[in-house]
C-alpha cells in the first residue's frame, strides 16, 4: 500500500515455526524482555513476529543486517532509529491487532498508525467520550446503531494514529481536536480490519 511518500506494509502474525524462529532471531533483549510480558502465548507470539518484520523490512532500507538495526523508544514507547545510527531518516511505525500487521515507513517526516479488529463493542457508548476528540465524539453519536461498531473502529483508529504520530498519549491527543498538522488517511487494509495513517504536513 502506498500514500504518496509514505510505505505501508501489511503483514500476518501466526506464521509457520519456521518463519517464527528466522524472525524472532533478529530481537534485541530489550524487545525478548517485553514479549515475555503478554500472558498469552500467542500474544507473545505475534509481537515478536512484528517486531522481527519491523526489523527486516528497516534493515532492507538501510542496507544492513536486521541484527544491527539499533532502536530506541520515546516517552510513550514510539519506537525510532536511535539518532546517528544510520545515514537516512528513516520514521516508522507499526501497529497490530488480531493476526495483521501494520507496519508504515516514511523519510523525514513522522507518522503514526493504527489497525483495530472490528467486533462488537458492548460499551461503545461510554468509552467513546474518554477517547474521542470533540469531532470524532459528534461523528460517532451521529451514526445509526447498527453502524456503531464500524463507526468506533474507525474513530478509534483515527485518534490512535494522530496519538502515535505526536508521540503522545492517548488521553492526550483526545484532548486536542486541532489535527492541521497532520494528514489523515482511513482504510480497509483486509476484511474485518480497519486502519488510519496520520502523516505530518510539509
Not at 516514511?106 to 503514526?112: A, D, T
Not at 504520530?165 to 474485518?192: I, K, M, Y
Request: glycine share 8%; proline share 4%.
Amino acid at each position: 500500500m502506498q500514500f504518496a511518500e509514505v510505505e505501508i506494509v501489511a503483514a500476518r502474525l501466526d506464521v509457520d515455526q519456521g518463519v517464527e524462529h528466522a524472525l524472532t532471531a533478529w530481537l534485541s533483549d530489550a524487545e525478548r524482555q517485553r514479549a515475555c510480558r503478554f500472558r498469552l502465548a500467542r500474544d507473545r507470539r505475534r509481537y515478536a513476529v512484528a517486531r522481527g518484520c519491523l526489523r527486516q523490512l528497516l534493515a532492507d532500507r538501510l542496507c544492513t543486517h536486521p541484527r544491527s538495526v539499533q532502536l530506541c523508544c520515546g516517552a510513550h514507547g514510539k519506537p525510532r532509529l536511535v539518532p546517528g545510527s544510520a545515514a537516512v531518516d528513516w520514521r516508522f511505525n507499526v501497529s497490530h491487532s488480531g493476526n495483521l500487521a501494520l507496519l508504515a515507513f516514511c523519510r523525514g517526516r513522522e507518522l503514526g498508525i493504527d489497525v483495530e479488529q472490528v467486533h462488537a463493542l458492548q460499551d461503545a457508548d461510554a468509552i467513546a467520550p474518554m477517547i474521542f476528540p470533540p469531532r470524532e465524539l459528534a461523528a460517532f453519536f451521529s451514526l445509526a446503531p447498527h453502524d456503531r461498531a464500524l463507526g468506533f473502529f474507525g474513530g478509534w483508529t483515527r485518534t490512535e494514529a494522530i496519538a502515535k504520530a505526536r508521540g503522545v498519549g492517548l488521553q492526550r491527543a483526545s484532548a486536542c481536536d486541532d489535527d492541521s498538522g497532520w494528514r489523515l488517511h482511513s482504510f480497509s487494509p483486509a476484511p474485518g480490519y480497519v486502519a488510519a495513517l496520520a502523516v505530518e504536513r510539509t
